[in-house]
């Protein structure tokens, strides 16, 4: 649908509707650049030389056979590298731990920390003499005792700590009592692998030093955090440091951090004077990005035997690397889905010399789910009760763990149309017994469930005389169409066209936005830009007020209508543009800088309510009874996410996130060589993410009711949409063969 079709039908209302992101047309055509498609004069090209151990020193490194290839500029080591300063990340700056990666000093030390950690840099006149000339490094080591093996290591776990975010425990009841007196019990313990990040775009830095001013082209979901560390790390204020990420091809979380890559080619572009390019290979993607952390689950659930809880226990054990890395919140849902009087949640961790673990979307609630929803499913398996009805049956009106009331929840109706929508009822219960020629069929549903946030940020707009309208926040594009959905925000607020907004963003320089992650981006910058929007209203009708003709004169703002570039009570009414020219002005501005006390706000207002988004997903599954092939054949999801702000694109994200999580329940899984720590399919020809062959039509729909706590009612879709995804799966192949499949990914050997 057109701007001008959507103005003709609707007055210039856009948020709700299914507009085309206002960058698709750069993108298709390529004059969208990203982060390896910056040119500068006597560009250099770097490429990273990678351990091969998991722990120990660096004895000796050989670098005479690399230097001498043609082109070569310079080889960086721990012998020779310009130091970097350590590591900081501020407890006082939450999203600044969330995009903790690694402590390591690159280059500033003979330790190595885990098998791929960068150790030598090149520096050529072209990509290909770098690559070449790394090849040819050698370095020597003194190997150390390593700890890689998370299998073997899973006893020795440690309670984990809690974080101003993050809970890692929850008591209520005496829940190992209740399970022991209940009539109906089941106790799972499940697995699932390590994960890693493959975004289309693989991490690329772009940087150059001029004096001690620094530009860097970048590929990250967190402008802010660049910006701080690389000023921290070399020593230079953050005013001499831009950062720009006008387009990301994907992040899912690995872009949140700075990973060595950044740092390297900052690194390498001081040491040689030149403008600096590093592109990860997709190898090196897998040696120097974290990815998601292997876990061991155990739920265990008691019920009475009409289906009511009495107990749930859910625990974990996940790892993190031993010079950093992310705290899983595995049991957050579990906090929230269901109302058992008792319930015993605890997480734990184990350290190991593996590459740190990072976010990877909807941490912690992506697998969490897998597990909890799977138990649920068995659970009335044993019962011999409907899953929709047992997990009804068990809905809370409060929050189960501490009584906190929810802000909106509609859980219910997601699962009541989606049962109309998917033929639910048309399901024959028995295990095995729906089939269609060599195949078995199965249903299976699961729910999702990601909490919401949004926190404070900083956005400026400016209103033209010309009627023009811009909007300005470093937040990052990653390509969820961030860009067009403030665009249609402020386009509403002010009442003028879609085609008058133009949005500035990816820009250090701009105004500080929200890291891209935890789907809080939309929601919080959207608060910004209301606010800014409606202080340019009143400074325009302040304007206003002073012309003893305006119609304008004597009104209040909150009687007027922003519509048709101006503001009107009734027919009555000035457009901004004869408002600024009588004034003589030809612009305003309105900035939002919330400072320390809006952070405050935004955790009080998370210890007030509890919020989320919530879905039901549907999905229907054939496996081959010869061969235990599994083929999804057909999805619905049905979700509660708030109000919509642009249904296209929403749409598009919850079917990404689905897809995501086929590939998380029936292919993904990082291979790492317990002797060695190295992985062993760093590679998208052994590392299997789904493609078009393995993904039915997926139906998504949504209740687009507003939650009244959070900016114009939206909650964020970015994540939910993998959550549950892994139990749904899993529970359809429970009903197709009668095997429950605890261990993911669900591949054939595991059905045979």
């Avoid at 790390?233 to 006008?246: D, K, Q, S, Y």
Wanted: glycine share 10%; net charge neutral; with cysteine.
């Amino acid at each position: 649908m057109t701007t001008t079709e959507i103005e003709r039908a609707t007055g210039t209302k856009y948020v709700g509707r299914p507009i085309d992101r206002l960058d698709g047309r750069a993108k298709a055509t390529g004059e969208a650049r990203y982060a390896a498609e910056h040119h500068y004069p006597d560009l250099a090209y770097a490429a990273l030389v990678h351990a091969t151990i998991a722990r120990g020193r660096i004895t000796a490194i050989e670098t005479a056979a690399a230097r001498a290839v043609p082109g070569v500029i310079e080889v960086l080591t721990h012998e020779n590298g310009p130091a970097m300063k350590p590591f900081k990340v501020s407890l006082l700056d939450p999203l600044g731990a969330m995009a903790s990666g690694t402590s390591v000093n690159y280059l500033a030390t003979d330790e190595v920390h885990w098998n791929g950690q960068p150790v030598a840099v090149v520096v050529a006149e072209t990509h290909e003499a770098a690559r070449h000339a790394a090849s040819l490094v050698r370095p020597a080591y003194e190997e150390l005792p390593a700890v890689v093996d998370f299998s073997a290591e899973e006893p020795n776990a440690t309670p984990q700590k809690r974080s101003m975010l993050l809970e890692s425990e929850a008591d209520k009841g005496d829940a190992k009592a209740a399970l022991e007196a209940a009539p109906v019990s089941v106790d799972l313990r499940f697995t699932t692998p390590p994960h890693n990040h493959n975004a289309i775009e693989p991490h690329a830095t772009t940087a150059a030093w001029n004096g001690d001013h620094l530009t860097v082209h970048e590929a990250t979901q967190g402008i802010p955090w660049v910006r701080k560390q690389l000023a921290l790390r070399f020593g230079v204020p953050e005013r001499n440091i831009r950062v720009l990420a006008p387009f990301v091809g994907g992040g899912f979380g690995g872009k949140g951090p700075i990973w060595a890559g950044t740092l390297l080619a900052v690194l390498a572009a001081r040491a040689t004077g030149r403008p600096v390019r590093l592109a990860l290979t997709r190898a090196g993607v897998y040696h120097t990005v974290g990815g998601r952390t292997a876990s061991t689950q155990r739920v265990a659930l008691g019920a009475d035997k009409d289906g009511t809880l009495t107990a749930l226990i859910h625990t974990s054990v996940a790892r993190t690397g031993r010079v950093g890395g992310w705290q899983e919140q595995i049991t957050s849902a579990s906090r929230h889905l269901y109302a058992a009087p008792n319930i015993h949640l605890r997480q734990h961790l184990v350290q190991l010399d593996l590459l740190p673990n990072i976010p990877m979307r909807a941490p912690g609630e992506s697998i969490g789910t897998f597990a909890v929803e799977s138990a649920m499913d068995e659970l009335a398996w044993e019962l011999g009760m409907d899953p929709i009805e047992l997990r009804m049956r068990n809905e809370p009106e409060r929050n189960p763990v501490d009584g906190k009331r929810f802000a909106r929840r509609f859980l219910r109706e997601a699962y009541a149309l989606g049962v109309e929508r998917f033929g639910w009822n048309e399901r024959d219960p028995r295990p095995g017994a729906m089939r269609d020629g060599r195949w078995l069929v199965g249903m299976g549903v699961a729910t999702a469930y990601h909490p919401a946030m949004h926190l404070p940020v900083s956005a400026a707009v400016r209103l033209s005389a010309d009627g023009g309208v811009v909007v300005r926040c470093a937040m990052a594009e990653i390509g969820v169409g961030a860009a067009t959905v403030q665009a249609q925000i402020a386009a509403d607020e002010l009442g003028v066209p879609l085609e008058a907004v133009r949005v500035e963003s990816g820009d250090s320089e701009l105004p500080l936005g929200a890291m891209a992650g935890g789907s809080i981006q939309t929601a919080s910058v959207a608060s910004s830009v209301l606010a800014a929007c409606r202080k340019l209203k009143e400074s325009a009708l302040a304007l206003a007020r002073r012309a003893p003709d305006s119609p304008l004169r004597g009104r209040r703002l909150p009687d007027l209508e922003a519509r048709d570039g101006g503001l009107f009570h009734g027919v009555s009414g000035e457009t901004y543009a004869a408002i600024l020219t009588r004034a003589g002005r030809d612009h305003l501005d309105a900035a939002i800088k919330p400072g320390a006390l809006g952070m405050v706000g935004a955790l009080r207002d998370m210890r007030r309510w509890v919020k989320a988004a919530c879905g039901a997903q549907f999905c229907e599954v054939r496996v081959d009874r010869d061969t235990g092939e599994v083929r999804v054949s057909r999805w619905l999801g049905v979700f509660d996410v708030g109000r919509v702000i642009n249904a296209k694109l929403v749409a598009s994200q919850l079917r990404g996130g689905i897809v995501m999580g086929i590939g998380l329940a029936l292919s993904e899984e990082t291979l790492i060589d317990p002797r060695t720590g190295r992985i062993v399919n760093a590679s998208l020809g052994e590392y299997h993410v789904p493609v078009h062959a393995d993904i039915p039509r997926i139906d998504v729909h949504w209740l687009d009711e507003p939650d009244p706590t959070m900016p114009l009612g939206l909650v964020g879709v970015g994540e939910v949409g993998i959550t549950g995804v892994g139990a749904a799966v899993a529970n359809a192949v429970r009903h197709a063969t009668g095997k429950r499949i605890v261990d993911l990914p669900i591949t054939l050997d595991k059905l045979l």
